[in-house]
């Protein structure tokens, strides 16, 4: 009697609604456990037939403590993970840090506006745009480096100087292929404190809440 055929029936024949789909190392040890005590005495099992069998079950054995290594690591290693990204987040209060933003603030001088553009970007630009949405003024964008920064003197496109006031801007970047590529208008803010909220550390700055993962970089208060 092979003991996989009695895992198989075993299976087939387990009541639908039983939440459990899977045999264990205890009940392939108990299956048998079961097979050898009721084995034919005029017809024992075959030396190699058992060795075979007993193989299986130190295998499934071997493989099942595996997983549960395996299932408990991950728990740690998500732990660690979640402990160090707080500590990180805690570690930002009073640093200065760069966010996305769609706002030029234009005061009458010339106004700097720092941006982010993906790797691949092969043109980019800066579109400044007024309340109703209307062109303003273009500006090309340096896309040497991921990282920049581009002066608008306050000018619209015909060249008059604008009135004061906040202005809607718009990154845009193409790489290869004219396809669109990832870029951001950046602001830099001062992180005013971390709150904690179902214990993932939240930062507060420029007046909003925000993730770790809506940052952009990092620099020392008052750069």
């Known amino acids: 009697m092979n003991i996989s055929n009695i895992v198989n029936q075993n299976s087939a024949q387990a009541p639908s609604g039983n939440s459990r789909t899977q045999l264990g190392k205890d009940d392939f040890l108990q299956l048998l456990t079961v097979q050898l005590r009721y084995q034919d005495p005029l017809n024992p099992m075959d030396n190699t ?20 290594t395996m299932e408990s690591n991950q728990g740690a290693e998500a732990e660690l993970q979640t402990a160090f990204k707080n500590n990180l987040v805690t570690s930002l209060v009073g640093k200065a840090v760069e966010v996305p933003t769609q706002e030029v603030a234009y005061d009458g001088d010339d106004a700097e506006v720092a941006y982010r553009l993906g790797a691949q970007a092969r043109g980019a630009s800066l579109r400044i745009l007024d309340a109703r949405g209307q062109l303003v003024r273009e500006l090309e964008l340096d896309v040497s480096q991921p990282y920049g920064t581009v002066e608008w003197d306050g000018r619209s496109e015909s060249g ?5 006031g906040a202005y809607l801007a718009v990154v845009a970047a193409t790489g290869p292929g004219g396809r669109p590529v990832e870029a951001d208008m950046l602001k830099r803010v001062k992180v005013d404190a971390v709150r904690y909220a179902g214990g993932e550390a939240r930062i507060w700055a ?18």
């Open 160 to 164: 008059d100087k604008v009135p004061k």
């Open 206 to 223: 420029d007046g909003r809440e925000m993730s770790l993962s809506d940052l952009r970089g990092v620099v020392e208060a008052g750069n």
């Open 49 to 68: 037939e058992f060795v075979a069998q007993m193989a299986q079950f130190s295998s499934l054995e071997q493989l099942q403590n595996m997983n549960q």
